[in-house]
């Protein structure tokens, strides 16, 4: 199946200081359930899901703070740092915010082949997803959010019945978090108000009037 590629912008973050190479892992929290992946991009494949709150082993992150490779319940992966918030002398801090001795900067040698890739990986990013500040995300917006979305399960099994191809954007797909007007969505028959589309991977449902994401069905 065929792929196409845009980008899911989240929140801006500066580069982690070259200094903590020599950082121990770090303990940081999920603050959206959270998708871990076999590497460090929207195209690769979804390993589990990191719940809500839960809690990881950050062994490093890359240096632009995009991912971060981590250790959970159900294995290792790499997951999208701006939604993990980090444990530092029992504050819990957005990526930006900790001291360069919290994080090592690692590199990625993650595979790339038929194995890992979600389609072959055949695309290439072209757009960005608008989350909001890392503050509000910090402060329970995707789930203050998710708490108040109601999605009828009439609509869950159409669209787990009909699949539609992949948009690859960097990022993850969030509950909150806003899709470009470009991408194309996909009509759920009977039902004016929900869209849905494939975002890296994940089958996600839209609110029409302002394409913000209301549901990831898993």
Known sequence: MK???????????????????GAAAASAAASADLNLRAGPGPEFRILSVIQNGESVTVDGCLATQE???VQTASGTGWAYAPYLMFDEDGA?????????????VIEDTSPRDEATLIAGGIGAVAGALIAGPIGAIAGGMATGIAANASVDPEVEVYVRNNPVQPVFLSGEPVVGAQVPADVTIYEVPDNQNVAYLNINGDTVLVDRSDMRVIGVVR
Do not use: G, I
């Not at 819990?92 to 090592?104: A, D, R, Y």
């Open 3 to 21: 792929a196409k590629m845009l980008t899911l912008a989240t929140v801006s973050v500066a580069a982690l200081a070259a200094s903590s190479m």
């Open 67 to 69: 991912w971060c490779e």
């Open 92 to 104: 819990m801090k957005p990526l930006p915010q900790v001291t360069s001795q919290t994080v090592t």
